[in-house]
């Protein structure tokens, strides 16, 4: 079994700051992209960000210049560091990780979420 664990979200000022964690654990063979996901209140779900294991990283456009993605291979952990946060930004955040097992079959995992309310 494979869990990934996020941490970090939380109630924060407009403008504020808030860094996301996650850690994943369990049978992994390999990991390839992970990334972060977030669902606002009536909205499907959107992709934030993505890191590949080689660390080339992308953005959604509406995050680009205030978030950023890094990842910790030897810990299994991707973490979203997100500053200049705006009220648009509130939404539960979700972790994504596509793995391979040892049969070389790709599958995405997912945690649990992470509210994140940005919010004078």
């Known amino acids: 079994q494979v869990q990934l664990v996020e941490s970090g979200g939380g109630l924060v000022q407009p403008g504020g700051s808030l860094r996301l964690s996650c850690a994943a654990s369990g049978n992994i063979f390999s990991i390839a992209n992970m990334g972060w996901y977030r669902q606002a209140p009536g909205k499907e779900r959107e992709l934030v960000a993505q890191?590949?294991?080689?660390?080339?990283?992308m953005y959604a456009d509406s995050v680009k210049g205030r978030f950023t993605i890094s990842r910790d291979n030897a810990k299994n952990t991707v973490y979203l560091q997100m500053n200049s946060l705006k009220p648009e930004d509130t939404a539960v955040y979700y972790c994504?990780?596509?793995?391979?097992?040892?049969?070389?079959?790709?599958?995405?995992?997912w945690g649990q979420g992470t509210q994140v309310t940005v919010s004078s």
């Open positions: 994504n990780a596509e793995m391979w097992n040892k049969f070389l079959v790709r599958r995405p995992y």
């Open positions: 890191i590949t294991s080689g660390g080339s990283a």
